[in-house]
Each structure stands twice: as C-alpha cells, then as structure tokens.
C-alpha cells in the first residue's frame, strides 16, 4: 500500500510571523516533522505543500519533496486543510501517482515521534476508520467548565455541580499534530472528521498546539523535558 506524507505550510502566518520555518531550538521547525516522517520509514513520498519559495528551499534541503507550489486560491485565510489535501492529491493524480493512505503532518509537530506515526498507521489499515486522529484528553471535566455572562460565572451544566469528577465522561481534544487518511474515503467525504473516526490518546506533554508566542515557549519547554 503506497503512503504520502503531506506537510502543509503555508507562507502567510498572521499570529507568529514565518512560522513554519522560524527557528526552534537552532533550525526551522518544521523540519522537526520532516525528519519524524523520514526516519518512519513507512512514506512513499514525504513532501511539503507551500506556496512560499523559502519554505520550498528549506523543505529540500532537509530531504522532503516539493514537486509543485499550493494554488494562490488554498493559500489565503479562509481556505481549509481538506482543500489542500484534495489539491495535493489532484496534482498528483494528473502526473499519474496515486496512494492508498494520506498522513497530514502539521509543521509545527515537533513533539511528534515516528513511533506514534507509525502507530497510527497500523491503527487504520487493521481498522474500518476512514481517519485516525491523535487526541488528548481533557485535564478537567469540560461538563464543570464555566463561562462568562454579563460579568458573573455560569456554570456549562449545572446539574453536574456536584457530581464528582470521576463520574462523568471523558472528552478529549485534537492534538494539532497529524491526521492519517484512507485516500478513497477522504476524497469521498472531503473531510478529516466523519462518521468512522478513530483515534490515539497522547498524553499531555507529547503535543502542544502553536498559535500564540506563549505556546511557542511551552513547545519549547515541552520539547526540552520531553522523556
């Protein structure tokens, strides 16, 4: 079964400017997720979806494959992941190469191990999900999270007031890290979340979202005491 890893990076961060090839901890980061996509051992192809030209340079150098530039119409704000997944995989289809499993590695996943990947990837073919994601579980019950109205605290569920923690459901949230795709059903449904999802729990310190300064330094942090 032919796999592709798929690494978007676009050039126009809004929130932390050049994000996906500012330097963490001595070298752009995201050659972090091209190195874990390499050394799994388990892709085809490994290459980097960008319309910037430096992204594209750096990307090579560090051993991934650029075969072509993201259109101007998936490179602006409002354009999501699946458009440029369904782009990648289009280009591809017309050069005639075709691949039965898409893994989507975010280029701030510096975290991400190819252990986990490989994991994943398992997970999916021995399973009938369409899409694995990696997840991590809520520290505290988002049914007793509170929220602001008219300056005073709400309660989210009230009834669950005084329900001890260990009573109710757990919730967890996506990671921000990759996404394994069955090819044939992700260009059927043309979305990561569907009705067969399946998943992997990471724990707290192996993932850390970056969209603010304050999350780089926590990556960072995260990173350093990693085990």
């Given at each position: 079964?032919?796999?592709?890893?798929?690494?978007?990076?676009r050039?126009?961060?809004?929130?932390?400017?050049?994000?996906?090839?500012?330097l963490?901890?001595?070298?752009?980061?995201?050659?972090?997720?091209?190195?874990?996509?390499?050394?799994?051992?388990?892709?085809?192809?490994?290459?980097?979806?960008?319309?910037?030209?430096?992204?594209?340079?750096?990307?090579?150098?560090?051993?991934?494959?650029?075969?072509?530039?993201?259109?101007?119409?998936?490179?602006?704000?409002?354009?999501?992941?699946?458009?440029?997944?369904?782009?990648?995989?289009?280009?591809?289809?017309?050069?005639?190469?075709?691949?039965?499993?898409v893994?989507?590695?975010?280029?701030?996943?510096?975290?991400?191990?190819?252990?986990?990947?490989?994991?994943?990837?398992?997970?999916?073919?021995?399973?009938?999900?369409?899409?694995?994601?990696?997840?991590?579980?809520?520290?505290?019950?988002?049914?007793?999270?509170?929220?602001?109205?008219?300056?005073?605290?709400?309660?989210?569920?009230?009834?669950?007031?005084n329900?001890?923690?260990?009573?109710?459901?757990?919730?967890?949230?996506?990671?921000?890290?990759?996404?394994?795709?069955?090819?044939?059903?992700?260009?059927?449904?043309?979305?990561?979340?569907?009705?067969?999802?399946?998943?992997?729990?990471?724990?707290?310190?192996?993932?850390?979202?970056?969209?603010?300064?304050?999350?780089?330094?926590?990556?960072?942090?995260?990173?350093?005491?990693?085990?």
């Open positions: 079964m032919a796999s592709l890893a798929i690494i978007p990076a050039g126009g961060s809004k929130r932390i400017p050049k994000k996906n090839i500012k963490f901890l001595g070298k752009p980061i995201i050659t972090y997720s091209i190195e874990t996509a390499l050394k799994s051992n388990i892709f085809d192809e490994v290459m980097v979806s960008t319309d910037d030209q430096e992204i594209k340079d750096i990307a090579i150098k560090n051993g991934a494959k650029v075969p072509f530039l993201r259109s101007d119409e998936n490179s602006n704000d409002f354009s999501t992941l699946s458009d440029v997944l369904i782009e990648v995989l289009d280009k591809y289809k017309k050069h005639m190469k075709f691949f039965d499993s893994c989507c590695i975010l280029p701030t996943a510096a975290l991400l191990s190819s252990e986990k990947i490989i994991e994943s990837y398992k997970r999916l073919i021995e399973s009938n999900s369409k899409t694995i994601v990696p997840v991590i579980k809520f520290a505290y019950p988002i049914q007793r999270s509170l929220k602001e109205d008219q300056g005073f605290l709400r309660m989210r569920e009230i009834e669950h007031l329900t001890r923690s260990q009573d109710l459901e757990d919730y967890y949230h996506d990671s921000g890290q990759f996404y394994w795709l069955k090819t044939e059903d992700f260009l059927l449904d043309k979305k990561i979340f569907t009705d067969k999802t399946g998943y992997i729990e990471l724990k707290e310190y192996e993932a850390q979202d970056v969209d603010t300064l304050d999350d780089w330094k926590m990556l960072e942090i995260k990173y350093k005491f990693k085990p």
